[in-house]
């Protein structure tokens, strides 16, 4: 065991607009953290060289050479197959198409790496060190400008026939709902993420709603974010907090369909919308347990995700670990 805890790996986040990347021992502790911007639109050389930068940099701060370091986890945002290593696409990085990007890294690094999608890794990271330890049945929901999940069953991240489950934020919450970046219509993150609210407020106040939302904005509707709203509502706006629960109402029904399929002990939420706290989640949970079966929605607890940020980081970072059959410290 002794011997276990000194292998070191490499964990990288690949996002559409930041690269993090931090050298991490089986504990969970980062030796290391390397954040850097996302050259998505110079394309998908410019995104690769980036991530070697920043993983030399990484390696640099954290007094390690590459020889040192046991395997590479990349948690990439966009649909991949582990297996295959291969990224299909991803809505943050224009023109990349089935990428074999866990080989691509391997060569380039000269290490055994692992791919995985960057919600599952943020799953995989609260699952390990954060706050679904000890938890066999739980599902993660990142509430963001878009909705992201992870579903581990029985201990095990489930990724589906081909890499792609977990996209919680394209299930249909309504047929004919708004049209969402999928293509689809009425996806659940149509409806509850941020960027869902903020288009509904710029909405209504352009339709002359009276609200103080405005004067959180500098006056211009297109400043308008949800972040901009969760400050009116502090202020007791009423739209703001109408709009906030409307909000809270839609994460709720989405709860309620994965409660009822996935029967699971608990729900992580994270997430930068999350910090709404109360005002957001209590509607949710409401309704959850409203429209899931009673049984299955008074097993399943809540909690927030505990590892922010370094959420994904570190989950790719243990995705490596195990998939090379070592232990974790959990
Ligand atoms: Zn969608």
Redesign the pocket.
């Known amino acids: 065991m002794s011997e276990d805890l000194g292998l070191l790996t490499l964990g990288i986040d690949l996002g559409g607009s930041k690269i993090l990347t931090a050298v991490v021992n089986p504990r969970g502790e980062m030796l290391s953290s390397d954040e850097s911007m996302t050259p998505a639109t110079k394309g998908r050389e410019a995104v690769i060289q980036s991530i070697l930068d920043s993983a030399h940099r990484a390696l640099k701060q954290a007094g390690v050479a590459i020889s040192e370091i046991y395997a590479i986890g990349v948690g990439a945002a966009g649909i991949s197959n582990p297996e295959a290593g291969i990224l299909f696409t991803s809505p943050n990085l224009p023109g990349w198409r089935d990428v074999p990007l866990r080989d691509i890294m391997q060569e380039r690094l000269g290490k055994r790496t692992f791919l995985i999608n960057d919600a599952n890794a943020a799953a995989l990271g609260e699952f390990y060190f954060g706050a679904a330890r000890r938890a066999r049945n739980f599902i993660y929901i990142t509430l963001s400008t878009g909705i992201g999940g992870g579903i581990v069953i029985d201990g095990k991240i489930y990724t589906g026939a081909i890499g792609a489950a977990g996209e919680v934020?394209?299930m249909t919450i309504d047929d004919n709902g708004p049209i969402?970046?999928?293509?689809?219509r009425g996806?659940w993150?149509?409806l509850a993420s941020g960027t869902a609210l903020a288009k509904e407020a710029r909405h209504r106040i352009k339709e002359g709603v009276r609200t103080s939302i405005l004067t959180y904005a500098e006056g211009d509707v297109e400043r308008v974010t949800a972040q901009v709203i969760h400050n009116a509502a502090d202020q007791g706006d009423g739209l703001a907090k109408e709009l906030i629960a409307r909000t809270g109402y839609y994460v709720g029904v989405g709860l309620a369909n994965l409660i009822n399929i996935f029967n699971p002990e608990l729900i992580v939420i994270g997430g930068g919308l999350s910090n709404i706290g109360d005002m957001l989640l209590e509607p949710a949970f409401k309704v959850a347990g409203e429209r899931a079966y009673k049984e299955a929605s008074q097993a399943v607890r809540f909690a927030s995700a505990e590892l922010g940020r370094n959420s994904g980081v570190l989950g790719a970072a243990a995705f490596a670990l195990r998939e090379m059959g070592k232990p974790l410290c959990e």
Do not use: A, D, I, L
Request: glycine letters at 20%.
């Open positions: 934020g394209h969402c970046n999928c293509g689809n996806c993150e149509t």
